[in-house]
T-cell receptor
Framework: SAVISQKPSRDICQRGTSLTIQCQVD?????MFWYRQQPGQSLTLIAT?????????ESGFVIDKFPISRPNLTFSTLTVSNMSPEDSSIYLC????????????FGPGTRLTVL | RKEVEQDPGPFNVPEGATVAFNCTYS??????FFWYRQDCRKEPKLLMS???SGNEDGRFTAQLNRASQYISLLIRDSKLSDSATYLC????????????FGSGTRLLVRP
């Protein structure tokens, strides 16, 4: 499986600021996704990060709040904009191994706390 | 109705026990099914894919019942290290790559 890293691993931020999370994969992958896991809950898909075009957002998530970039096949960023305490979550990127029954693998996550 | 439903548990079992988890899903068009394991404060890790014919990996056996839209995971000879949350996952209705996660079943294996 691909090796996925995320930066930062955790951060504590002030209300109203923005944080950009980086996701780096050690091999070229076609599909990259961003998920959120709120405290005590399961994962929710935020968006699909498309290489060379705008991300595809799920219902309830918008580009102004969660802008995403994907300049190449190994890297993506997610920005959490104008943060509020409700944005406190773990944010995870994932990649799909198309050659292996569409199995999806996750980065270690970024634990965000907004004060 | 949730798209993927699981009993949250916790299931508290002694070492060596056999434990089974079930999961139901609402989208009859789903084609991909997985069990993930998530340890506390860690990312989910793929435990096994679930194939139509059922599949086994060591102490773990997964079954799929398309007619009833449920998935099961059987763990035999439980180890202390099996303690974790087990997430049932299916693909979303408009893409085989978008995953819908159940809320997870917590397993505690005691000595």
């Amino acid at each position: 499986s691909a090796v996925i890293s995320q930066k930062p691993s955790r951060d504590i931020c002030q209300r109203g600021t923005s944080l950009t999370i980086q996701c780096q994969v050690d091999s070229q992958v076609t599909m990259m996704f961003w998920y959120r896991q709120q405290p005590g809950q399961s994962l929710t898909l935020i968006a699909t990060a498309n290489q060379g075009s705008e991300a595809t957002y799920e219902s309830g998530f918008v580009i102004d709040k969660f802008p995403i970039s994907r300049p190449n096949l190994t890297f993506s960023t997610l920005t959490v904009s104008n943060m509020s305490p409700e944005d406190s979550s773990i944010y995870l990127c994932s990649v799909v191994n198309i050659s292996s029954y569409n199995e999806q693998f996750f980065g270690p996550g970024t634990r965000l706390t907004v004060l | 109705r949730k798209e993927v439903e699981q009993d949250p548990g916790p299931f508290n079992v002694p070492e060596g026990a056999t434990v089974a988890f079930n999961c139901t899903y609402s989208n009859s068009a789903s084609q991909s099914f997985f069990w993930y394991r998530q340890d506390c404060r860690k990312e989910p890790k793929l435990l096994m894919s679930v194939y139509s014919s059922g599949n086994e990996d060591g102490r773990f056996t997964a079954q799929l019942n398309r007619a009833s839209q449920y998935i099961s995971l059987l763990i035999r000879d439980s180890k202390l290290s099996d303690s974790a949350t087990y997430l049932c996952v299916v693909n979303g209705e408009d893409s085989s790559y978008k995953l819908i996660f159940g809320s997870g079943t917590r397993l505690l294996v005691r000595p």
